[in-house]
C-alpha cells in the first residue's frame, strides 16, 4: 500500500493495527546516498566500532527517501502468512520557521540507481510523510508551551509577539513605527476600520508582509481596536505570510479564538512527527524486526526518526537495544552455516530465487486485497516495501529448513523460537571475513589481525609493488588506504612473525608497521592523509637551523625513487563483489519518552 502525505492519517490506523497483529516486521529503506566521501568507504579491516563511525557519518549527511514496512501474521487454521506492505515516502518537510529545516547530500550514483529502477522523486519532495525525531518534538512543543504562557502572562498585545515560530518572544515595550513604515501601517488600520464598520465577512486577510511589518501590524492594530478583532498568522499556496483578522463580538468569543489558534498549532506539530509515530509503533510493540543485510538502515531509521546517533559506540549499542528490542538480520542467517553450504549468493534477489529450490521451501503467504499483489520477479526489485516484503519470505523459508534439522523437525518455526535467538540482535557487517557479526546485545569477536601490516610507501609504487614487496611470503591481500599507504595481509598467517625482521632491514623507500601498533598508535587523519615525498620517507627530519642570509643559493639534487617493478599505471582500488549489494556537538542519548 502506497502511503504519503495525503492519506498518512487515514491509513495510520491500519498500519497500527497490522504492527499489533504481527508476529513480525521487516523493514527496509532507500537513502539519498551511501558514502559523503571517498575517505568514508567501507574496508574489509573494519572493526564493528569503526564501521559505525563511517555509517554514523553518511546518516547524518544522506536522507531516508522511502521505507517499506512488511507485516507477517501466522495464520493457525490454514497454516499460512498473511502479509501486509506499506510503502511510505518521507521528506522532513518543514512546517514552519521554528521547525528544524533539514540539509542533506545527495550521491550520483545512488540517485542514478533509483532513477533507474523507477523510483519517483517527485512523489518524496511533493507528497512526502514529514518528520521530526523525538528530540525535535519535544523542544517544539517547550517552544510552544512558553509562547502560550507569554500570551497568558502578557496583557498587553505590544509586549508579546503572538505570530507562531522563532519571532514569538518576549519585548520590553511597544516598537515606534519607521517613517518609511507609517504610511502602510496607516493603511492596514483603515482597512481593519472598514472592515469592522461594514457587515457580512467575518475575515480579513492583509497583504503579505515580513515578520517585522506583522510585528507592527500586530502592535498597533490592537492598541487601536483593544476589542472587536482576533489577529492570526496564517501561510498562503506560495509559503507567504500574512494576517488574517477576524470579526469578534465578546470577550469569550477572543478566547476561544485564541484556544482554537492554540489548537491548531499543536495539530501542526503532530502531523509535523508524521512517520515518526511509525517508529514508534514499531519499537513499542516489541515485535521482532527483520531486514536484510540492515546495518545501514538500522542507523538511519535510528537517527532520522528517533535521536541524534551517540558518538561513542557503546551508547549506539545501548540506543538502539533500547528502541527495538529484537533485530534480526537475513544476510547474516544467510552466510552462517548450513544456510551458507547452499546458497551461492546472499544478495537478495538471488536469495529469492535460491530459497524458492529444494532444500528450502518458501512459506504460503496471502495478500489482502486492498494492497499491492507482487509478483515475486525482479520487476519491484528496490521498492522498499517489495524489498522489506520478500525478506519476510527469505526468513520464513530459513527458518522453516533450520526447524526442518531439528530432532523432531518443525514444520513451522515462528520468530520466538529457540533456533532463531542465535541470530538475534546481530547485524551481518559486509566485506569483512574475520568477524562474523556485530553483537548489540554483547561484546563483539575481535580476532587476532597479527597477519595485517600498514605500509606506507613513495606515491608512484602500484600494486605489483606491494607484491613483490612481500613476495617472499606467499600471496597477499591489499587493502588501499590512500595513495601512500595500504594495509598488506598474509594468506600464509604462519610467515607473519618473520615479516618485520626481514622487510624492515631492507629498504627505507618505505615503512612497515602491524596492524596492532598502527591501531594503538593511530596519527590524526590530517596527517595520514598528506602525500609523503620520497626525502621523508629516507630519513628522519632534521631539526630547523636558523636562517642564513649569506648561504649560497640553494640547488636540488634530490633523486628520483624508482619502484622495484616498473608497470604501466593500474588502478588501485578493488573492484566490488559482484554479488555485493547497495548498502550504504553531539548531545549524550536519551531514551525516547514513547
Known sequence: MEVTRKNFSSVLPEVEKAINEADFLCVDTEFSGLHASSSFHISSLDTPEERYHKLRKGSSDFLVFQVGLCTFCYIEEDKKYE????????????????????????????????????????????????????????????????????????????????????????????????????????????????????????????????????????????????????????????????????????????????????????????????????????????????????????????????????????????????????????KLMANTAPCKDLLPSSVLGDLLNHINCKPFKPPEIVIPENFPQYKLDDSNLHEAAYDAYITGICFTAMSNFLGGLQNPPLPNVLPDATIIKPFTNKLFLMRISDIPYLDLAGDDVLPSRDHVFHVTFPKEWKAPDLYQLFSPFGNVYITWLDDVSAFVSLYKKDQSATVMSTLCKRDTRYKIMTYELFKNGLPDKESRKRPHSAESMEEEPKKKKPLNVDAPVFVSRSRSITPPMPEENENKEEEPDSTSEQSSEQKLFEVPAW
Open 83 to 330: 502479509a501486509k506492505p506499506f510503502n511510505f515516502y518521507v521528506f522532513p518537510k518543514p512546517y514552519s520557521r521554528a521547525a528544524p529545516d533539514c540539509r542533506f547530500l545527495c550521491q550520483s550514483s545512488s540517485i542514478d540507481f533509483l532513477a533507474s529502477q523507477g523510483f519517483d522523486f517527485n512523489k518524496v519532495f511533493k507528497e512526502g510523510i514529514p518528520f521530526i525525531t523525538s528530540t525535535q518534538e519535544s523542544e517544539l512543543r517547550d517552544l510552544m508551551e512558553e509562547r502560550h504562557k507569554q500570551y497568558k502572562q502578557f496583557s498587553s498585545p505590544a509586549f508579546v509577539t503572538p505570530d507562531s515560530g522563532a519571532e514569538a518572544v518576549t519585548t520590553k515595550g511597544p516598537i515606534n513605527v519607521p517613517e518609511e513604515h507609517k504610511d502602510f501601517i496607516e493603511g492596514i488600520c483603515k482597512s481593519v476600520e472598514e472592515f469592522l464598520e461594514k457587515d457580512g465577512e467575518e475575515n480579513l486577510s492583509l497583504p503579505p508582509c515580513n515578520g517585522f511589518v506583522r510585528k507592527l501590524i500586530y502592535q498597533t492594530v490592537r492598541q487601536r481596536f483593544q476589542s472587536g478583532v482576533h489577529l492570526g498568522a496564517k501561510t498562503d499556496e506560495k509559503k507567504q505570510r500574512y494576517i488574517q483578522v477576524t470579526r469578534i463580538k465578546t470577550e469569550d468569543e477572543m478566547k476561544m479564538k485564541e484556544q482554537e489558534k492554540q489548537s491548531a498549532e499543536l495539530a501542526e506539530l503532530e502531523e509535523a512527527v508524521g512517520f515518526t509515530k511509525v517508529i514508534r509503533l514499531i519499537s513499542q510493540s516489541g515485535k521482532l524486526m527483520v531486514g536484510h543485510n540492515m546495518f545501514m538502515d538500522l542507523v538511519h531509521l535510528l537517527n532520522r526518526f528517533c535521536s541524534q546517533l551517540p558518538e561513542n559506540y557503546q551508547e549506539f549499542k545501548a540506543m538502539a537495544k533500547c528502541v527495538f528490542p529484537k533485530i534480526l538480520d537475513t
